[in-house]
């Protein structure tokens, strides 16, 4: 059965495509040099997109091969905890964010103290011991706000 | 030459040259299962520790780390589903499917075999090559770089066969996403809003983690489970290894078609690690049987890019030794290390130095097969990650995701485009269109662009009409057509 988001999304990457061809063309107005490969690029993919559109409204959109292993459905909760590094890097900088992140989601998902305590420290060591001092990578340690 | 090739065996086997080499080995295992961390970081970490070594020595030490990183990012690509480098993403295609059912150890010997083997093909393509390679190289000119893009190119087709139009849509969105940032001729910023961060365009790592590795994580938080979840999970032994080394040697025919693919693109300056190994798979499905079970856990999709990334490896060496021209971003970094030990790469190196290069060769051959035989050690512990509870694991590789992605160039808005191409990555997975089309295209996007934009100015319009790049066209289409011969000989027929 044809979901919604094999509509949506294709009409999706079309806007965008288009969006960012009639900034280039009309807003920066770029020379054909600078602008004729992207716009033979998103010329096409704008093109496929409408045939996509029209094969998934005809019913023909591609099916998943019978043997191959189903997709779960994704949680959001899973996605705001995925995107709640985001916040927590920012906040409190990427070695003591990360660590502190680790925490929180171990112990809200039901790890035990003592093994999120575990873990946590050990990204600790691995961000500031393996990366900053070791591989000599400017990591920001300090919050990013800062 | 056979005197130069002697000496440089009794060099290598030298106890300092093979203790630097040893030495180094661990620190590019360790890089490799660090996503996002590329051969580049190991050799930018290892080079100010060469000062004051012998040549050798120096050398030995950085290629020995070079040549275990990659066999590191297999693992993660295969056990997690995260590509250690963007090279390896080619390989999370059918060997993560393979861990899912219970098999990674099985994807992972077939990997290492095929890695150690593509090593050693490149590595010995390298030394026949190498005294005879400068009008080879000389004679791949801008036409022909482009011809090989184009031929890159359409096998974006293949990669999406069973969802062509999607696939196409994937593939030229990763051209025109590649098109962003400043232009090659003119110097002006394409699409880049006054947002500086986007005047070098769209970055690659962020690109490739986003797209793979955020959809599995999503995955594995969402269900809590193990990674492993077949129905038929086999207990984690080396024979499963094994049983994988033994496929290499069945899937003989692949293993060498791959790596003479991959050596031929390391040979080619510029075009890169990550086209050699999703060509080669694009060149197993279009080869094998029944190509609609690729994706789904086929070991030939394991074998083919493991053996043509490490033979690329091997023949990116020949135009930085033989010409000073880096066969790749490492190449350039490792230019830098030759510099720095007191030699300098080129036409006149060769004949000064031919000993140092067929070292190098057996240095990079040797090293190969002793990451490939420690990662195999390694293997056991690493297949257990797979029986590790979702809920604890994907925090962990979400973390690492992100500080890996941070290092690769030190910019904290890459992090942020690694969450908005992992959206991507999520909708194309769910709505069967390919992200390895799109990470393909991408890749070529830019380098046809500038090599088309070069060979028009260079040598006009009728730049196609150059043997090289007629009989590379024709090598394509063959490639293309030969594997549906049958169906085209059947469409010509009356019905």
Same mark, same amino acid.
């Given at each position: 059965?044809?979901?919604?988001?094999?509509?949506?999304?294709?009409?999706?990457?079309?806007?965008?495509?288009?969006?960012?061809?009639?900034?280039?063309?009309?807003?920066?107005?770029?020379?054909?040099?600078?602008?004729?490969?992207?716009?033979?690029?998103?010329?096409?993919?704008?093109?496929?997109?409408?045939?996509?559109?029209?094969?998934?409204?005809?019913?023909?959109?591609?099916?998943?091969?019978?043997?191959?292993?189903?997709?779960?459905?994704?949680?959001?909760?899973?996605?705001?905890?995925?995107?709640?590094?985001?916040?927590?890097?920012?906040?409190?900088?990427?070695?003591?964010?990360?660590?502190?992140?680790?925490?929180?989601?171990?112990?809200?998902?039901?790890?035990?103290?003592?093994?999120?305590?575990?873990?946590?420290?050990?990204?600790?060591?691995?961000?500031?011991?393996?990366?900053?001092?070791?591989?000599?990578?400017?990591?920001?340690?300090?919050?990013?706000?800062? | 030459?056979?005197?130069?090739?002697?000496?440089?065996?009794?060099?290598?086997?030298?106890?300092?040259?093979?203790?630097?080499?040893?030495? =180094?080995?661990?620190?590019? *295992?360790?890089?490799?299962? +660090?996503? &996002? $961390?590329? /051969?580049?970081?190991? @050799?930018?970490? #290892?080079?100010?520790?060469?000062?004051?070594?012998?040549?050798?020595?120096?050398?030995?030490?950085?290629?020995?780390?070079?040549?275990?990183?990659?066999?590191?990012?297999?693992?993660?690509?295969?056990?997690?589903?995260?590509?250690?480098?963007?090279?390896?993403?080619?390989?999370?295609?059918?060997?993560?499917?393979?861990?899912?059912?219970?098999?990674?150890?099985? =994807?992972?010997?077939?990997? *290492?075999?095929?890695?150690? +083997?593509? &090593? $050693?093909? /490149?590595?010995?393509? @390298?030394?026949? #090559?190498?005294?005879?390679?400068?009008?080879?190289?000389?004679?791949?000119?801008?036409?022909?770089?482009?011809?090989?893009?184009?031929?890159?190119?359409?096998?974006?087709?293949?990669?999406?066969?069973?969802?062509?139009?999607?696939?196409?849509?994937?593939?030229?969105?990763?051209?025109?996403?590649?098109?962003?940032?400043?232009?090659?001729?003119?110097?002006?910023?394409?699409?880049?809003?006054?947002?500086?961060?986007?005047?070098?365009?769209?970055?690659?790592?962020?690109?490739? @983690?986003?797209?793979?590795?955020?959809?599995?994580?999503?995955?594995?938080?969402?269900?809590?489970?193990?990674?492993?979840?077949?129905?038929?999970?086999?207990?984690?032994?080396?024979?499963?290894?094994?049983?994988?080394?033994?496929?290499?040697?069945?899937?003989?025919?692949?293993?060498?078609?791959?790596?003479?693919?991959?050596?031929?693109?390391?040979?080619?300056?510029?075009?890169?690690?990550?086209?050699?190994?999703?060509?080669?798979?694009?060149?197993?499905?279009?080869?094998?049987?029944?190509?609609?079970?690729?994706?789904?856990?086929?070991?030939?999709?394991?074998?083919?890019?493991?053996?043509?990334?490490?033979?690329?490896?091997?023949?990116?060496?020949?135009?930085?030794?033989?010409?000073?021209?880096?066969?790749?971003?490492?190449?350039?970094?490792?230019?830098?290390?030759f510099v720095i030990l007191g030699l300098q790469p080129g036409p006149e190196f060769l004949t000064k130095h031919l000993d140092i290069a067929f070292a190098l060769a057996i240095i990079c051959a040797f090293g190969n097969v002793v990451a490939s035989a420690s990662m195999f050690m390694l293997s056991k512990p690493l297949m257990q990650v797979t029986r590790i509870p979702g809920r604890v694991l994907a925090p962990i590789l979400l973390v690492l995701v992100v500080i890996g992605t941070y290092s690769a160039q030190n910019n904290s808005y890459d992090v942020l485009w690694v969450f908005i191409f992992g959206l991507l990555g999520i909708a194309m997975e769910r709505f069967y269109y390919s992200r390895a089309a799109l990470l393909l295209g991408f890749v070529l996007g830019e380098l046809i662009e500038r090599y088309f934009l070069v060979s028009l100015k260079a040598h006009g319009p009728f730049?196609?009409?150059?043997?090289?790049?007629?009989?590379?066209?024709?090598?394509?289409?063959?490639?293309?057509?030969?594997?549906?011969?049958?169906?085209?000989?059947?469409?010509?027929?009356?019905?």
């Amino acid at each position: 059965m044809m979901s919604r988001g094999q509509i949506i999304f294709p009409c999706l990457i079309f806007a965008v495509v288009a969006a960012l061809l009639a900034s280039g063309l009309f807003v920066y107005r770029y020379s054909l040099t600078v602008i004729g490969f992207p716009l033979g690029a998103g010329v096409f993919v704008c093109v496929m997109c409408l045939v996509d559109i029209a094969m998934s409204l005809t019913g023909h959109e591609p099916k998943p091969p019978a043997n191959d292993m189903p997709l779960e459905p994704l949680s959001w909760a899973a996605v705001a905890w995925a995107f709640a590094l985001v916040p927590f890097v920012i906040a409190f900088g990427f070695v003591f964010g990360a660590a502190l992140y680790l925490l929180t989601y171990l112990l809200a998902n039901g790890t035990s103290w003592r093994l999120s305590a575990i873990i946590a420290s050990a990204s600790l060591l691995v961000t500031w011991g393996l990366f900053i001092r070791l591989m000599r990578v400017p990591m920001p340690v300090a919050p990013l706000w800062w | 030459m056979l005197d130069a090739f002697l000496s440089a065996g009794g060099q290598v086997f030298h106890p300092t040259v093979l203790a630097a080499m040893l030495f =180094a080995l661990p620190i590019g *295992l360790v890089v490799g299962l +660090l996503p &996002g $961390i590329s /051969g580049i970081s190991a @050799l930018a970490f #290892l080079i100010p520790f060469t000062f004051g070594m012998e040549p050798l020595v120096g050398l030995a030490f950085l290629l020995g780390s070079y040549t275990a990183v990659s066999q590191g990012g297999s693992m993660t690509a295969i056990v997690l589903g995260i590509p250690g480098e963007v090279p390896n993403a080619a390989t999370v295609l059918d060997g993560h499917p393979l861990a899912k059912q219970g098999r990674a150890g099985y =994807a992972i010997g077939a990997a *290492l075999l095929a890695s150690a +083997l593509g &090593g $050693i093909f /490149g590595c010995l393509i @390298l030394i026949l #090559l190498l005294p005879v390679m400068q009008p080879v190289v000389l004679a791949f000119a801008s036409p022909e770089n482009f011809f090989l893009c184009l031929a890159g190119i359409a096998f974006i087709g293949v990669l999406s066969s069973g969802a062509a139009v999607r696939g196409l849509i994937a593939g030229g969105l990763g051209v025109f996403l590649s098109l962003f940032g400043y232009d090659p001729t003119e110097g002006i910023p394409r699409f880049w809003f006054h947002f500086e961060y986007m005047l070098d365009g769209v970055r690659l790592i962020p690109l490739a @983690l986003g797209l793979f590795a955020i959809p599995e994580v999503l995955a594995l938080m969402t269900s809590g489970k193990q990674i492993a979840r077949g129905d038929s999970i086999e207990p984690i032994s080396y024979r499963q290894g094994f049983q994988g080394a033994v496929a290499v040697l069945k899937h003989w025919g692949t293993s060498l078609r791959s790596s003479s693919l991959g050596a031929v693109i390391g040979v080619m300056p510029g075009i890169g690690g990550v086209t050699a190994t999703f060509v080669a798979y694009a060149m197993a499905r279009q080869t094998a049987g029944n190509p609609e079970t690729f994706g789904r856990g086929r070991i030939e999709g394991v074998i083919a890019p493991e053996a043509a990334k490490n033979a690329e490896e091997g023949g990116a060496l020949v135009p930085t030794l033989a010409l000073g021209i880096p066969g790749s971003s490492s190449m350039a970094l490792l230019l830098g290390g030759f510099v720095i030990l007191g030699l300098q790469p080129g036409p006149e190196f060769l004949t000064k130095h031919l000993d140092i290069a067929f070292a190098l060769a057996i240095i990079c051959a040797f090293g190969n097969v002793v990451a490939s035989a420690s990662m195999f050690m390694l293997s056991k512990p690493l297949m257990q990650v797979t029986r590790i509870p979702g809920r604890v694991l994907a925090p962990i590789l979400l973390v690492l995701v992100v500080i890996g992605t941070y290092s690769a160039q030190n910019n904290s808005y890459d992090v942020l485009w690694v969450f908005i191409f992992g959206l991507l990555g999520i909708a194309m997975e769910r709505f069967y269109y390919s992200r390895a089309a799109l990470l393909l295209g991408f890749v070529l996007g830019e380098l046809i662009e500038r090599y088309f934009l070069v060979s028009l100015k260079a040598h006009g319009p009728f730049f196609f009409m150059r043997p090289i790049a007629l009989t590379i066209v024709a090598l394509v289409l063959l490639g293309l057509l030969w594997p549906n011969r049958h169906r085209i000989t059947r469409l010509g027929r009356p019905a």
